[in-house]
């Protein structure tokens, strides 16, 4: 539990000393104009309160990430600690404050415009298509998340409501949540920012907030006994026989929200064609992914509780391990009913606000491909009808697979990182052109850079064909091979970016 005390101060702590000192780097102008002023249209370009700005910031960036991904990664022991600690304070919030304020200073653009001015147009092709399709991802499976949680708050308090309109089993309640989420979700993708989601999501935030001060009061009230950092940094989960995943690269790729997760560098330019000046930089996108950090941390402590306290074998078999059960059974043990349905209804806003706005970035981005503007309805349409046709293929996919879920998470969960990569990337080439100290950005680069392709190798070589086909006792199905591919990606990334780096008196501009 002093684990979880210390982490929590390192993260505020971190916010005031880090947040400051990359603020000062990047050297934010409060006098500069920005694109909410320059641009303004009234539909995604206007100004917009700064704590609104936080409050839709903070709900884009959560998700389940923060709190699912934080439950799972618990299962490796204290060392989820420290990656979401050290990964939020030098990844994460760096990552997303400088992505967003990088998109001031280009006038608002997304994340494809970003990396094409830095990396080149093939890479912008290439990025438009991996960011379009994460997106269309993210609103896939947070449809399905909240839904899911939704149709148990159904069964278990509103069951009598459901059954006079004839919805009698738990399956139809959470396909009724599902449309219900789905139509929210074309509404807030067509009509401008300040509508609905600059009005609904301080609501939902409260929802969140409630949650994990709640749960926060709660952990220090019961004070648990659990493992400390010092005490163990090995593979609880390993060692107890939950999991067979090693805690590199798995653990990094387990915990992304709450850490460090590409999927924000999508988000962080909504908010960029909406502050007013760059002072609330910031606040608004370093602080919100501290805040994220802070919920992660709370999270996976709970987590850890009930992995502890009950032992690994009577959770798992109790369980089953599931991140909503977990949920599920914390506040309704914790909180009483009341407290639960507050709590859960946090956990369901989370994803929901984190998938329509994926859906708005992918209308946004797809827009600024094709040179479209959006101030009509008809040219937001052009757009969405297709966009919205290709997310609900691949929710249908969602729902009828029996492991349809877990499989795209999966790639999500991929998929999301290597995004950061490409960020990260393109902040360490702005940070070079503009004479800043880009070792700032370059180190988490790499390090990013040597987890996603090493996660990559570590899930083909066992996926079961391959993993029957190599053999017990093969080198490949040890942590030894994924060890080498990421130490080899990084070191292919580390020599490009040498050559790169010795030729480039010819690239880029001061911006």
């Known amino acids: ?48 309160p700064s704590w609104k700005i936080f409050m839709i910031q903070f709900l884009n960036i959560a998700g389940t990430g923060p709190i699912f991904g934080a439950i799972m990664g618990a299962k490796f022991g204290p060392v989820s600690y420290l990656w979401i600690v050290f990964g939020c304070i030098f990844a994460g919030a760096t990552h997303d404050y400088l992505s967003g304020m990088l998109s001031i200073r280009h006038g608002g653009v997304g994340l494809p415009e970003l990396v094409g001015n830095y990396l080149g147009n093939a890479t912008k092709r290439v990025m438009l ?70 009005r609904i999501y301080p609501l939902f935030a409260i929802s969140l907030i409630f949650m994990a ?32 995943q090693p805690i590199f690269p798995c653990l990094f790729i387990t915990i992304a929200c709450g850490a460090i997760s590409g999927f924000h560098a999508t988000q962080s330019p909504l908010m960029a064609r909406c502050l007013k000046n760059e002072k609330q930089g910031r606040p608004i996108f370093y602080g919100a992914m501290i805040t994220e950090g802070i919920v992660a941390l709370v999270w996976a402590t709970v987590a850890s509780y009930f992995f502890y306290d009950n032992g ?18 914390t506040a309704n043990e914790w909180l009483g009913s009341f407290g639960a349905v507050l709590a859960l209804l946090g956990v369901v806003a989370a994803p929901i606000t984190s998938g329509d706005t994926a859906l708005r970035s992918a209308r946004l981005i797809i827009a600024e491909f094709v040179h479209l503007a959006q101030r009509t309805i008809k040219s937001r349409l052009l757009i969405c009808i297709p ?42 080439v702005y940070f070079v052109c503009n004479g800043k100290p880009f070792i700032l950005v370059l180190l988490p680069a790499l390090f990013m850079t040597a987890v996603c392709p090493a996660f990559l190798a570590w899930k083909i070589v066992h996926i079961d064909v391959v993993k029957s086909a190599l ?41």
């Open 312 to 329: 690994y074998e009577v959770f798992h078999s109790s369980l089953k391990a599931s991140a909503p059960q977990v949920v599920n059974v």
């Open 471 to 511: 053999g017990d006792g093969s080198f490949f199905l040890s942590d030894g091979f994924g060890y080498m591919v990421g130490l080899l990606s990084v070191i292919i990334a580390l020599a490009c970016f040498l050559l790169w780096y010795r030729n480039r008196s010819s690239y880029g501009t001061k911006i």
């Open 387 to 428: 966009l919205f046709t290709a997310t609900m293929a691949l929710l249908w996919y969602n729902i009828t697979d029996a492991d349809g879920f877990n499989i795209i998470w999966g790639y999500f969960g991929w998929a999301n990182q290597t995004l950061a990569i490409f960020t990260l990337w393109t902040l360490t």
């Open 129 to 198: 298509v991996f960011t379009v399709l994460l997106l269309i991802m993210v609103g896939a499976v947070f449809v399905y998340s909240p839904a899911q949680i939704l149709g148990d708050l159904s069964s278990q308090h509103w069951n009598g409501f459901f059954s006079m309109i004839g919805f009698t089993s738990e399956h139809s309640m959470v396909m009724f949540w599902i449309v219900v989420v789905f139509v929210y979700y074309i509404i807030a993708t067509m009509l401008p920012i300040d509508k609905i989601i600059g």
């Open 1 to 48: 539990m002093f684990s979880f005390i210390i982490s929590l101060v390192a993260l505020v702590v971190g916010y005031w000393l880090y947040g400051a000192f990359i603020e000062r780097v990047f050297g934010a102008d409060k006098d500069r104009p920005t694109p909410a002023v320059t641009k303004s249209d009234g539909v995604d370009f206007m100004v917009l």
């Open 213 to 244: 001060v709640a749960l926060m009061i709660m952990l220090f009230y019961h004070f648990p006994d659990l493992p400390e950092v010092w005490d163990s940094m090995g593979n609880k989960g390993r060692e107890s026989g939950l999991l067979n």
